[in-house]
C-alpha cells in the first residue's frame, strides 16, 4: 500500500470538513425545495406528464434519375401506401421529374386518407419524413408534404455514403 493511499483526502466542497455526504447529494441546491423542482419540471414542455407521445408514420421517399418512390408506412417500418412516377402516370423518362415527385407524394395522399389515415390531426402523431437519393424531386418531394399540411416532426437525409468501400468499375473506353 503506497503512502498516497494513508494520506486523508479533502471533501469534495474544499471546506476541510471531512464528514461524509449524504447519497445522492452531488449536484443538489440546498435552497430550492425539491418538491417545487419536480413541479417546474412538470411544466416545462419537454417533460412528459403522462408518459404518453404519439408515435410518428414515416414518409420515405427514394429519388433517383429514373424515377421517384414515396412510401408512408407506420412508425415500425410496415408499408401503408406507395406511389411512383409511374402510378401516376407518367411513362419512361418524364418520371425522373421532378413535377411527378411532387404528383407522387399527393397521390400517397390520397391513398392515405383512402385508408382512413388522417395525418392532419395532432393526435396521429404527425410525419417523419426520410429522403433518400439526389435526384431531382427530392426537394419537390419535400414541398409536397409541407404542401399537404402534414405535421412534420422530423426530416432526415438516409443516402447511403461510401466511404472509400467498393472498387469503382473500369473507366469506359471509346
Not at 112 to 128: C, I, P, T
Request: charged share 25%; with cysteine.
Amino acid at each position: 500500500m503506497g503512502v498516497l493511499a494513508k494520506m486523508p483526502r479533502p471533501s469534495a466542497a474544499g471546506s476541510g470538513n471531512s464528514k461524509p455526504k449524504p447519497a445522492g447529494s452531488g449536484n443538489f441546491n440546498a435552497n430550492a425545495n425539491s418538491a417545487d423542482t419536480r413541479a417546474d419540471e412538470a411544466n416545462s414542455p419537454d417533460f412528459p406528464i403522462s408518459g404518453y407521445q404519439p408515435r410518428s408514420h414515416i414518409v420515405h421517399v427514394k429519388t433517383s434519375r429514373n424515377n421517384t418512390i414515396a412510401t408512408l408506412t407506420d412508425c415500425d417500418g410496415n408499408a401503408i401506401v406507395w406511389s411512383s412516377g409511374g402510378t401516376v402516370g407518367m411513362k419512361k423518362s418524364h418520371r425522373g421529374s421532378s413535377d411527378v415527385s411532387y404528383q407522387a407524394v399527393l397521390q400517397l395522399n390520397e391513398k392515405a386518407m383512402k385508408k382512413g389515415l388522417d395525418l392532419l390531426m395532432e393526435s396521429e402523431g404527425g410525419v417523419e419524413l426520410r429522403l433518400n437519393g439526389y435526384g431531382a424531386g427530392r426537394e419537390m418531394a419535400f414541398r409536397a408534404v409541407r404542401a399537404m399540411g402534414w405535421n412534420i416532426r422530423r426530416v432526415s437525409d438516409v443516402t447511403p455514403i461510401r466511404h472509400a468501400g467498393c472498387r469503382p468499375k473500369r473507366k469506359r473506353r471509346l
